[in-house]
T-cell receptor, first 111, second 115 residues
């Protein structure tokens, strides 16, 4: 089984940088996903990390440390449209290979 | 463009009714999933399927069943709806499991209310 922990809610200012953390405990790690979900909409894929280090995609970056069971999503130059829930999902080795989702972090960006 | 569609955005049913939620994907994906999403609980996996006519229980299968007769279609069935099944239901699909960054593509969701 897995235990995935994310903060419930964060607030930030337009134009700023915010870091959303995700910690996990798993018996065999096989990848971590980040999804974005706007209110009333479907989650959409943001990033995938399986090796340690930073993956950058425009204003969004995702970092992974497998030894620490830790990932973060970094959002730069925040815009109002970044207000959304951010879901961390971890996949284990063996079994079904289906990622387990954390409870999500609701990010509120204010002017 | 990748697409997952669900038959209804909003549905209201009475306790005891049999409810069908339909999901169709046009990406020729092997895997399909049904989740429910509740405030404070996140996304929880009900059932998944990795091939036609194959199904596997997820974390919360009680009170639900599924059907996958064709690759593109995955149905969720509530045999006898109860008020605690009021929730947002999300369907998703992905290509073959365990294949690297095989991200899931989600449908728009069905908000089901059972009265």
């Amino acid at each position: 089984g897995q235990n995935i922990d994310q903060p419930t809610e964060m607030t930030a200012t337009e134009g700023a940088i915010v870091q959303i953390n995700c910690t996990y405990q798993t018996s065999g790690f096989n990848g971590l996903f980040w999804y974005q979900q706007h209110a009333g909409e479907a989650p959409t894929f943001l990033s995938y990390n399986v090796l340690d280090g930073l993956e950058e995609k425009g204003r969004f970056s995702s970092f992974l440390s497998r030894s620490k069971g830790y990932s973060y999503l970094l959002l730069k130059e925040l815009q109002m449209k970044d207000s959304a829930s951010y879901l961390c999902a971890v996949r284990e080795t063996g079994g079904s290979y289906i990622p387990t989702f954390g409870r999500g972090t609701s990010l509120i960006v204010h002017p | 463009d990748v697409k997952v569609t669900q038959s209804s955005r909003y549905l209201v049913k009475r306790t005891g009714e049999k409810v069908f939620l339909e999901c169709v994907q046009d990406m020729d994906h092997e895997n399909m999933f049904w989740y429910r999403q509740d405030p404070g609980l996140g996304l929880r996996l009900i059932y998944f399927s990795y091939d036609v006519k194959m199904k596997e229980k997820g974390d919360i299968p009680e009170g639900y069943s599924v059907s996958r007769e064709k690759k593109e279609r995955f149905s969720l069935i509530l045999e006898s709806a109860s008020t605690n099944q009021t929730s947002m239901y999300l369907c998703a699909s992905s290509r073959e499991q365990g294949a690297g960054g095989d991200e899931q593509y989600f449908g728009p969701g069905t908000r089901l209310t059972v009265t």
